[in-house]
């Protein structure tokens, strides 16, 4: 049977985030993509000057109950960059709009280079750990660990065995799956660690130079294609670093707002096969 993936993250018009990412590469994956904006803004809100920013909160619970009079049911949710007060009409979506075995996908988008984005309070890390609590797959960068954790951000000169006490601390959270991105050991190196709760295995790739706005959005979006159609959790985050890396590659170095994944879909295509 088609299966259905509901994303829940903000439209950010212009800005190559968000919405505007996981439509078209969680499509190009084959899977059909259900969306649900949380809010509309003119721009995302990282470099851009007066931004809109139209916070869809109220719309929600309307929009759930018209899905529930239509029998509409998600074998698939992945939530993204949300506003601060739709955990509770979110967490109510992926329970009641659930397939049997539906799967949550859940990249707690707040913060990133130890910082929180602008516009969210010091409480949302912990409004965000609630919808963390129940995901089976969980995307945190590692200044979103640190946060979601509580913690002190730890960028570098940190080891092993802090990255496995992370992810240990974030299994507590009631994740069952965890995905940290960021990962490096080595100054040429970035990656990221896969556990299931009982083994943690990496992945690396050469670091690039340029560190770009939206390669989360575009590493979550891949993983849960790549998850949809079968591929490993290992498997869904390699091919998903491959796409971040061939996205910055194809990025022109004064384009600084976001990456042209556009131009490696068909190799994404490729990957997948
Ligand atoms: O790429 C993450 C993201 C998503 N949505 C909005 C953002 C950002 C990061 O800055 O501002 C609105």
Known sequence: MNKKLLTIQDISCFGQCSLTVALPVISACGIETVILPSAVLSTHTCGFKNYTFRDLTSDISAIEKSWLEN??????????????????????????????????????????????????SDDFPQKMAKLCNGADYLLPNLTEAAFLLGEECRLENYDQNYIENTIRNLHSLGAKNVILTGVSFEPDQIGCA???????????????????????????????????????????????????????????DDHWYGVCFEQVIPQLVELLK
């Open 194 to 252: 896969v556990s299931d709760g009982n083994s943690i295995q990496y992945d690396f790739n050469p670091r690039l130079k340029r560190c770009s706005h939206g390669t989360g959005d575009v590493f979550a979006s891949v993983f849960a294609g790549a998850l949809m159609r079968g591929k490993s959790p290992l498997q869904a985050a390699a091919i998903a670093a491959d796409v971040v890396c061939l996205s910055i590659n194809a990025t022109p």
């Open 71 to 120: 029998d509409l049911k998600f074998d698939a949710f992945y939530t993204g960059y949300v506003c601060e007060n739709q955990i509770p009409p979110i967490l109510s979506i992926m329970q009641n709009c659930a397939a049997p075995d539906a799967v949550r996908i859940v990249d707690p988008v707040m913060a990133d280079a130890g910082k929180l984005y602008p516009g969210f």
